[in-house]
């Protein structure tokens, strides 16, 4: 049992910065794949950006550049630094834990948070 508490969404002008946290709860969290998904309203929830155990990354290609996922074990977080926030952008972002390989497919993730929400105006 796992849980996830994100924070730091907001409102923000386009092109500012926000940093995303998700506090995690469990003994294991070094071992966890860590992801952030995104749903905007009236679409599915999206893949943004993944982190393994071992540190290798993977983000979503409207994102590449701007977004940066990591993770500090020693405080059982991950964090979303956003820079150069488009409108776009604009969603509930999701916290995900899972064990095991990357991946980019929500339905692979077992843990979730219940969402920051992240505005974007321009």
């Known amino acids: 049992q796992v849980q996830l508490v994100e924070s730091g969404g907001g409102l923000v002008q386009a092109g500012g910065s926000l940093r995303l946290s998700c506090a995690a709860s469990g003994r294991t969290f070094s071992s966890y794949t860590m992801g952030w998904f995104r749903q905007a309203p009236r679409k599915e929830r999206e893949f943004v950006a993944t982190?393994?155990?071992?540190?290798?990354?993977s983000y979503t290609d409207s994102v590449k550049g701007r977004f940066t996922i990591s993770r500090d074990n020693a405080k059982n977080t991950v964090y979303l630094q956003m820079i150069s926030l488009k409108s776009e952008d604009t969603a509930t972002y999701y916290c995900?834990?899972?064990?095991?390989?990357?991946?980019?497919?929500?339905?692979?993730?077992?843990?979730w948070g219940r969402g920051t929400q992240v505005t974007v105006s321009s």
């Open positions: 982190i393994s155990s071992r540190g290798s990354v």
């Open positions: 995900t834990a899972k064990f095991g390989l990357l991946s980019v497919r929500v339905g692979d993730y077992e843990y």
